[in-house]
């Protein structure tokens, strides 16, 4: 099955941003809108981001979403050691008929 | 609050079967579309299954299609995926979400093998 694009890993040090992209396709990212989810060591994923941009309530704001054209970033800032997850990118695919995630990107805060 | 509980994993044989239940609370499994995501341990999220808010309408990739079944009971409000002809690369751990996962359950262990 076919999954969204991201980078394997990223790495910065505490207090700095960091940006996670996801890449997709006009079937998927360019038509429908993006989610973000963040799964901790031992746990299940959770809602980070919805609907390209939008917040869950509880989520703070050093975590936003945003998208352009068949591309979507994740952009986390005031990095803590607490953020180091492995971080997906989610969206229906209108050919698939279904839900595609991104491969993961395993944040390491420095 | 907004809870998703799965059961009913474990252990099956190549070829058997097993029922995933899916329990909602906090919010009513009738008015959402629902989906089942796994992942296998140490890899990334896959899809599995999506259905409708009417129940009319469902999807599933093609690495389960023609084996596994999703349903919904809406007076017990819970979620279900039979999963029939259960192979080795099935093995992961299964979610049930509500929306595009906007909610996701703890997640419940299955393991394909002889």
């Known amino acids: 099955q076919s999954v969204l694009t991201q980078p394997p890993s990223v790495s910065a040090a505490p207090g700095q941003k960091v940006t996670i992209f996801c890449s997709g396709s006009s079937s998927n990212i360019g038509k429908n809108p993006v989610s973000w989810y963040q799964q901790l060591p031992g746990t299940a994923p959770k809602l980070l981001t919805y609907?390209?941009?939008k917040r869950p309530s509880g989520i703070p704001d050093r975590f936003s979403g945003s998208k352009s054209g068949t591309s979507a970033a994740l952009d986390i800032t005031g990095l803590q050691t607490g953020d180091e997850a492995d971080y997906y990118c989610g969206a229906w695919d209108n050919s698939l008929r279904g839900v595609i995630f991104g491969g993961g990107t395993k944040l390491t805060v420095l | 609050e907004v809870q998703l509980v799965e059961s009913g994993g474990g252990l099956v044989q190549p070829g058997g079967s097993l029922r995933l239940s899916c329990a909602a609370s906090?919010?009513?499994?009738?008015?959402?579309?629902m989906n089942w995501a796994r992942q296998t341990p140490g890899k990334g999220l896959e899809w599995i299954s999506y259905?409708?808010?009417?129940?009319?309408?469902?999807y599933y990739a093609d690495s389960v299609k023609g084996r596994f079944t999703i349903s919904r009971d809406n007076a017990k409000n819970s979620l279900y995926l039979q999963m029939n002809s259960l192979r080795a690369e099935d093995t992961a751990i299964y979610y049930c979400?509500?929306?595009?996962?906007?909610?996701w359950g703890q997640g419940i262990l299955v393991t394909v093998s002889s």
């Open positions: 609907e390209n941009n």
């Open positions: 259905i409708s808010v009417s129940g009319t309408t469902r």
């Open positions: 979400g509500r929306n595009l996962f906007d909610s």
């Open positions: 906090g919010f009513t499994v009738s008015q959402y579309e």
